[in-house]
């Protein structure tokens, strides 16, 4: 599959090779682009506050990424956002909103 992005020279010679890539962006990654969009507007129906939705997406990211496993079924190329705004979209994840000042007055 890589041989088709980039080509080099034979090895015989002694010369360094240099290797060329192609310079326009793989298609699979605009998908992936749409599906996090799709999973994010989905996700603030559920959280409609974006900046409670965004740190509880960043808790379990963080949460993701040192180890603990993922509450839903997801695909191997599913990154830990993906997982995260999947998790709320199914209710696997609450919140709870604190009142009050933090200082306990």
Partial sequence: M???????????????????????????VHSLRIMTTQLLQEAAQVIPNPQLLINVVSKRVRQLGLGHRPMVEVGPRASLTDIALKEIIAGKLAFEEQSGSTDGA
């Fill in 2 to 28: 890589l041989g088709s992005r980039f080509t080099t020279t034979p090895l015989s010679t002694s010369l360094p090779s240099i290797l060329q890539f192609s310079t326009e962006p793989a298609r699979g």
